[in-house]
């Protein structure tokens, strides 16, 4: 076998590798660049291999650094099935055409606006593109065996991090490797813990923190203390959010905050996302797949008013009284919280709270390194509102966890590959593996392959 990684080398974005196996070619997720230009131009290079000598593609879950390439994959000739879970095809149904419909509505927006570097500002890829990638999905339940192409078979564990996550594994001639994908935390209040792995041939695992320990400190705490503090000073919080995952941890959150008393209970809150709106609703239909009983996936559903419309959408922008607005996207990259960050950024009554990582590049980073001003839609916006970060409501396993997780092998893998976090992340886990672990392990750069014998 061979495997050639074409993707979250150096980054936490574009998660893709191709798994060589004799004459037949498997993806292993599909995901967008995002931050950095130079890696969102990468969105835009032609494949690294003829998208029609792909024979299929598994993916370990929905977020778009994951899938969010598959439209156009499929629009340059993949006719193969997509593998994934029933939870993660669900999402994909939700994400994937909101995908497209974005990338439409922003190069329509950037051409009526004349802001944009080309003439005319084109997506990627359309709704409808997306819509046609669908019909090439193939779910499959977890911890079943099924087959992928020629010799190799697949099967999925439990990740946590998000509805339908899933660890992949992959056999042929002997042989298995597994895909971490993007693990959860063992204690979420909302995810199940990650599965165990008892034993892999190769290894290819995340590192998006590991060169970190999440602070020990109750997130609620700290979340509650912030809306507080910012509604006293008559401010609106803005939480940019992931639709899917993150968006649903924080309506839990802002749930628990209310019924405990450590926010108004007649503080308004707001989830401006259709797309999460409807993600939302799936936690009910995947029961097994989360620690939440069917009350409080309700409560949770129940903890904001949605907003549907772009009317509605604009018009929480005339409000100018406490609220908290909960909207797309988490690394503010695009969709509407663009939007609020251009009319609430510059009061300094107000409050930009990240939940999670940020990726190098995005705005997100930018405004947690101090920017003072943030170009949304072609123009700068003076950003003197506070700009905090609660990082461990992050969905990812930190570095004591990725530990932890890896010690549960029964043996140790023949190669370990690490991928998916920035370089200093990656390095730093590559080297907590060999002391304390003591395999062998490397950090693959863009376009390695590497020769599993």
Not at 115 to 131: G, Q, T
Not at 355 to 360: N, T, W
Request: proline letters at 6%.
């Amino acid at each position: 076998m061979k495997l050639k990684f074409l993707g979250a080398t150096g980054t936490v974005t574009g998660s893709k590798y191709l798994l060589t196996a004799g004459s037949h070619r498997i993806l292993v997720d599909c995901g967008l660049f995002q931050g950095h230009k130079e890696l969102r131009l990468r969105n835009r290079h032609p494949f690294p291999v003829p998208p029609s000598e792909i024979d299929a593609v598994v993916l370990t879950h929905a977020h778009l650094d994951h899938s969010g390439y598959l439209p156009l994959l499929v629009k340059n000739g993949f006719t193969g099935k997509i593998f994934c879970s029933a939870a993660t095809f669900d999402l994909c149904k939700i994400l994937l055409p909101d995908s497209g419909h974005l990338q439409e509505e922003e190069a329509n927006y950037a051409n009526r606006h004349g802001f944009s570097k080309h003439a005319p500002a084109l997506p990627l890829y359309s709704e409808a593109d997306a819509v046609r990638a669908l019909r090439q999905f193939s779910p499959v339940p977890f911890d079943t065996p099924f087959a992928i192409a020629g010799d190799m078979r697949g099967q999925l564990a439990l990740a946590g991090h998000i509805l339908g996550a899933a660890i992949v594994s992959v056999r042929c001639a002997g042989k298995s490797i597994v895909f971490s994908g993007d693990l959860g935390r063992p204690d979420d209040p909302v995810m199940l813990a990650p599965a165990a792995i008892a034993e892999a041939d190769f290894l290819v695992v995340e590192s998006t923190y590991g060169d970190k320990r999440h602070d020990p400190a109750d997130p609620l705490l700290l979340l509650g203390k912030t809306i507080r503090d910012t509604a006293a000073r008559g401010g609106v919080t803005i939480i940019p959010s992931f639709a899917v995952g993150r968006a649903q941890s924080l309506l839990y959150d802002l749930h628990r905050l209310k019924q405990q008393g450590a926010i108004p209970a007649h503080l308004p809150v707001y989830l401006n996302s259709p797309m999460a709106a409807d993600a939302t609703a799936l936690y009910q239909k995947h029961l097994h797949s989360h620690r939440l009983s069917h009350d409080a996936c309700f409560a949770m559903r129940r903890a904001a008013t949605i907003v549907n419309s772009v009317e509605e959408s604009i018009a929480l922008n005339e409000r100018q009284v406490p609220m908290v607005i909960v909207a797309a996207s988490g690394m503010a990259t695009g969709g509407r919280v663009l939007h609020h960050l251009k009319a609430f950024a510059p009061d300094p009554r107000n409050t930009i709270l990240f939940a999670g990582f940020q990726a190098g590049g995005t705005r997100g980073a930018q405004m947690l390194a101090g920017a003072e001003s943030i170009k949304i839609h072609g123009q700068y916006v003076p950003l003197r509102a506070r700009v905090e970060q609660i990082a461990n409501l992050s969905a990812h396993a930190d570095g004591d966890e990725l530990i932890g997780w890896l010690s549960r092998f029964g043996r140790a893998p023949g190669r370990t590959f690490i991928t998916h976090g920035e370089s200093a992340a990656a390095e730093a886990l590559r080297r907590r593996i060999g002391q304390e672990l003591g395999w062998p392990c490397e950090v693959p750069a863009y376009l390695d392959e590497a020769t599993l014998a």
